[in-house]
């Protein structure tokens, strides 16, 4: 047999094969893309998101063929569950959809419909916490958020936990205690005048453990206003913060 006969015969020898093995990697692909769903499972952070809704999720996945799920499709309807930060979402052959979920740590209560993450994200869930309450302009909630830790802390003397913290346009704070007390926190270092102020309350409370109201805007010292305090300044008058 002459040389380059030879030669021709190896090459669509080899061709064949290759269609061959194509051929069989297809097939083989195809069969698994056509193979139903048999299962889907949950990681992470599952208990926050509730079983209704994971199963809600789980039923529109199981028993469709592999072609017809988008794994894309799948991360975005597991993001839009109440709770869930974010979600990722791998095929586990040869028949199971593995969704790993993040759910948010809820921080305060930012309206009646949505919660702040301790990240200072906004978002909508429902829960029976006793958490406080935030307001403040659009896109202020991470601003609070990471002050929150801080103005708690400086508030602990005060015997009564903080349950409402406001922001308002001009970046001026407000915060109310379960007691009823208001506090006008002002500008700048806000953590520092409710330090003092938590400092000096065990001395004044006594005689004006009623009061409602308490402006800390002053350089040196307090004013506190409603009840037996009516009108009780610790410090001579200065310009307010």
Not at 76 to 90: M, N
Not at 165 to 184: D, F, T, V, Y
Request: charged content about 25%.
């Amino acid at each position: 047999m002459r040389p380059w006969i030879a030669a021709a015969l190896r090459v669509t020898g080899a061709l064949a094969a290759a269609a061959v093995l194509a051929a069989g990697g297809w097939y083989g692909y195809d069969a698994l893309a056509s193979r139903p769903i048999a299962a889907v499972r949950f990681t992470g952070d599952t208990a926050r998101v509730g079983a209704v809704e994971l199963e809600r999720l789980a039923s529109g996945i199981r028993g469709r063929v592999w072609r017809e799920v988008s794994l894309a499709d799948v991360r975005e309807a597991a993001r839009r569950l109440p709770w869930v930060r974010e979600g990722s979402v791998r095929r586990v052959f040869p028949a199971t959809i593995e969704i790993a979920v993040e759910a948010h740590q809820a921080l305060a209560r930012w309206d009646d419909t949505h919660l702040v993450s301790v990240r200072g994200e906004v978002f909508a869930a429902e829960t029976d916490e006793a958490l406080p309450r935030f307001s403040g302009p659009e896109g202020a909630a991470a601003e609070m958020a990471a002050a929150w830790p801080r103005i708690d802390r400086a508030a602990a003397g005060l015997g009564s936990p903080v349950t409402e913290l406001r922001l308002s346009e001009r970046r001026a704070w407000q915060a109310r205690l379960a007691s009823g007390l208001a506090i006008e926190l002002g500008r700048g270092d806000v953590e520092a005048r409710l330090a003092r102020f938590a400092a000096a309350w065990p001395l004044v409370a006594a005689e004006a453990g009623d009061a409602t109201h308490a402006d800390l805007r002053y350089p040196n010292g307090f004013a506190l206003r409603g009840g037996a305090a009516q009108e009780r300044r610790t410090a001579p008058k200065g310009r307010r913060a």
